[in-house]
């Protein structure tokens, strides 16, 4: 099957998706990371492999629905949360499961 190229994801354009009783249109989210001038305003700057997944996480996360947290390590995801209506309880009920899954894989290492 020939599909053509895939699409420029800075391309601009507009979405359309249905609801109840309509439809609703908007623009594209067409930011790419890598075209964002990024400021580090805490008091240590990331070092290169924690802003190389940090952009990865950016990228996972605008595609994963609103109010979305993204765990990434190693260009790889640890864990993704959505649809929170607090990103910091959603950042804590990650961090609480993955407290959890530790303390039952240490419970399958015990003898």
């Known amino acids: 099957m020939l599909a053509?190229?895939?699409?420029?994801?800075?391309?601009?354009?507009?979405t359309a998706k249905t609801v109840a009783g309509g439809l609703l249109v908007q623009s594209r989210d067409n930011a790419?990371?890598?075209?964002?001038?990024?400021?580090?305003?805490?008091?240590?700057?990331?070092?290169?492999a924690e802003l190389r997944d940090l952009k990865f996480a950016f990228r996972v996360a605008k595609h994963v629905k609103s109010n979305t947290i993204v765990y990434a390590k190693d260009l790889?995801?640890?864990?993704?949360?959505?649809?929170?209506?607090?990103?910091?309880?959603?950042?804590?009920?990650?961090?609480?499961?993955?407290?959890?899954?530790?303390?039952?894989?240490?419970?399958?290492h015990s003898p």
């Open 32 to 48: 790419v990371v890598d075209d964002i001038a990024l400021k580090t305003v805490t008091k240590r700057a990331p070092s290169e």
């Open 76 to 108: 790889a995801t640890v864990g993704i949360g959505a649809g929170q209506m607090s990103r910091v309880d959603s950042s804590r009920n990650r961090r609480a499961a993955r407290r959890r899954m530790q303390l039952l894989r240490r419970s399958w």
């Open 4 to 14: 053509g190229s895939l699409p420029d994801p800075r391309a601009a354009g507009l």
